[in-house]
């Protein structure tokens, strides 16, 4: 089966730098998504990586091995309106996407 | 640009009652799709339509069915509702011309099937 595995929840502060992982076994890939989404809200996209690598965008970089199976997302300069959910997703051979069930971030002051 | 827009915003409905979900779209998009999500679980696909007149089963079809008569709108309609439908609904859509087709999703509609 498909599979995208991500920590249930971390903690972080204010100011700091966190990375976020996932891991994915999927039928194929063509592609991992990278979207925030805070509580009551609707998800937004945040970064799409199909090469490995490190993509920079401000303050949060996405990485990509296909080879292990294996993305992180790093959030730097940590503000308290970072505190969200963060969802992995990957776009099978079927180029539909499967969600991991995504990983709260909460920052403390 | 309002981007994509559902309603209503949530809803409680009795159990084998039907309801129309709706979605609808200002960006032209030719794919859209349905998404439940429910706590602790990534959000699954419903149904799909990869354009208008087409539409798709996805992961957790049963229950539910769909239309796509025009590009913009994209109805989901639960013909007999069954608490188990209890769930928070996305409406999404995406651009082939956009890196890894990229989906937006609505606001949401939060609904309860008592």
């Known amino acids: 089966g498909q599979n995208i595995d991500q920590p249930t929840e971390m903690t972080a502060t204010e100011g700091a730098i966190v990375q976020i992982n996932c891991t994915y076994q999927t039928s194929g890939f063509n592609g991992l998504f990278w979207y925030q989404q805070h509580a009551g809200e609707a998800p937004t996209f945040l970064s799409y990586?199909?090469l490995d690598g490190l993509e920079e965008k401000g303050r949060f970089s996405s990485f990509l091995s296909r080879s292990k199976g294996y993305s992180y997302l790093l959030l730097k300069e940590l503000q308290m309106k970072d505190s969200a959910s963060y969802l992995c997703?990957?776009?099978?051979?079927?180029?539909?996407?499967?969600w991991g069930a995504g990983t709260k971030l909460i920052i403390k002051p | 640009t309002a981007g994509i827009t559902q309603a209503p915003t949530s809803q409680i409905l009795a159990a084998g009652r039907s309801m129309t979900l709706r979605c609808t779209q200002d960006?032209?998009?030719?794919?859209m799709y349905w998404y439940r999500q429910d706590l602790g679980l990534g959000l699954r696909l419903i149904h799909y339509s990869n354009t208008a007149g087409t539409t798709g089963k996805g992961e957790v079809p049963d229950g539910y069915s769909v239309s796509r008569a025009n590009t913009d709108d994209f109805p989901l309609t639960l013909a007999s509702a069954v608490p188990s439908q209890t769930s928070v609904y996305f409406c999404?859509?995406?651009?082939?011309?956009?890196?890894?087709?990229?989906?937006?999703f609505g606001p949401g509609t939060r609904l309860t099937v008592l």
């Open positions: 997703a990957v776009l099978d051979s079927n180029y539909q996407l499967i």
């Open positions: 960006m032209r998009h030719n794919a």
């Open positions: 990586n199909v």
């Open positions: 999404a859509s995406s651009d082939s011309a956009d890196p890894g087709g990229t989906q937006y």
